[in-house]
């Protein structure tokens, strides 16, 4: 963490390296069209060789199971010559599952890649909703989630972690797109009156930023509370930029996103120094691919994701371009993900024919 590098100024690069990994279950699938899409969104650039699309392989539950590696060293290896990485889900083995104990593929990206923040806009404009949440994203629970301890048959204890840089590099970042977006409001979220070390820590450490910022309205809320503020039409218009630890912030944006109009819809970035990573922000859904409707798979949030992509390296118009594509694929297009309504091809005819 000490030896975080900065973020590259991608104007001066001459080559802009984006990685692209399918992923599990419904991955390929959403991942096929965002790179059709990019592809032609972006081939001025890719012809002038300023910019790059490389499928990385090897990211794959398979995979990672036969090695009994989280991210196979390889491909490890290939993911950290690129500058930016548009990936699809990759699957956890849960309890149950009857796979080994392997851990996130994605906690361990973002531990490599020092991916501190998750950054993760949703916009309701019918509702005046406009909320971008950044998520610490290497920490809290996640930091040693697969090193939890069985004491005996009747006791088992997780650990959760927070350190000061990791909460003091993501409130700067948060802090820092409220004052460059119009001085917007910032809730800190945590649950600090129960888990007073850690959470205490962080909502402390963001208070201090909060020095920095006197001209930035900051509150702060507990988890449960927000939880409840999200879906209340009477106050919801009031939040702007939310600052959460790992754990709340996964469960919170998935909440939110559901509000814009479900998971499928909702794109996110994973910011570092070096590296930056953008995902949709579900998982690789195999009851779609059980029930074999995985054709059906909506690629809206990866394709989001793309656009946050495009912004982060100054790619603004191209961004617009595609985002306006994709409102209108949200107002004409219906896949709810039941094997009903649209199919990530027609999705992506759509969107081609208006890019
Ligand atoms: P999920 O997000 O994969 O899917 C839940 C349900 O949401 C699906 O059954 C489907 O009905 C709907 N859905 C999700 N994406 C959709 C899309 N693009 N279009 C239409 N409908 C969509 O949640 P899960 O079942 O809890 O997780 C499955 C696996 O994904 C787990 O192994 C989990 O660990 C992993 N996961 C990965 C990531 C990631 O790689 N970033 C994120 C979350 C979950």
């Given at each position: 963490m000490k030896r975080s590098q900065p973020v590259p100024d991608f104007s001066k690069k001459e080559k802009i390296i984006i990685g692209t990994i399918d992923g599990d279950g419904i991955g390929p699938v959403i991942m096929d069209s965002c790179r059709e899409v990019l592809g032609k969104l972006l081939a001025d650039e890719i012809a002038a060789g300023k910019i790059e699309l490389r499928k990385i392989n090897g990211l794959t539950i398979e995979n990672r199971i036969a090695k009994m590696e989280t991210v196979p060293a390889e491909v490890l290896a290939e993911i950290k010559e690129c500058d930016l990485l548009l990936k699809g889900p990759t699957t956890t083995p849960g309890k149950?599952?009857?796979?080994?104990n392997i851990e996130s593929a994605n906690v361990t990206l973002r531990r490599e890649l020092d991916l501190f923040a998750n950054v993760r806009p949703v916009v309701i404009p019918e509702k005046n909703i406009d909320w971008i949440f950044y998520r610490e994203n290497t920490?809290?629970?996640?930091?040693?989630?697969?090193?939890?301890?069985?004491?005996?048959?009747d006791i088992s204890i997780d650990f959760k972690v927070t350190t000061t840089i990791g909460t003091t590099r993501l409130a700067r970042a948060a802090f820092e797109y409220a004052k460059n977006n119009g001085n917007k409001n910032v809730s800190i979220v945590t649950k600090a009156n129960i888990m007073k070390k850690t959470d205490g820590k962080f909502l402390s450490l963001c208070y201090d930023v909060a020095k920095d910022y006197p001209e930035i309205k900051t509150d702060d809320w507990y988890v449960d509370i927000m939880a409840a503020n999200l879906v209340n039409d009477q106050i919801?218009?009031?939040?702007n930029v939310f600052i959460l630890p790992n754990l709340y912030g996964d469960i919170i944006t998935d909440e939110a996103a559901q509000l814009q109009?479900?998971?499928?819809t909702a794109g996110s970035a994973n910011i570092g120094g070096r590296y930056a990573m953008f995902e949709a922000i579900h998982g690789s859904a195999p009851r779609m691919m059980e029930e074999g409707i995985?054709?059906?798979?909506?690629p809206a949030s990866i394709s989001r994701a793309a656009v946050m992509m495009l912004r982060h390296i100054g790619f603004t118009q191209q961004a617009a371009v595609l985002e306006r594509a994709l409102d209108q694929a949200a107002e004409a297009l219906d896949m709810?993900?039941?094997?009903?309504?649209?199919?990530a091809a027609e999705f992506t005819a759509f969107v081609m024919e208006r890019i």
């Open positions: 149950g599952d009857n796979l080994p920490e809290g629970e996640y930091a040693l989630g697969s090193r939890g301890v069985d004491i005996d048959e919801n218009s009031n939040f109009g479900g998971v499928g995985g054709h059906y798979a909506n709810p993900g039941d094997g009903t309504g649209n199919t």
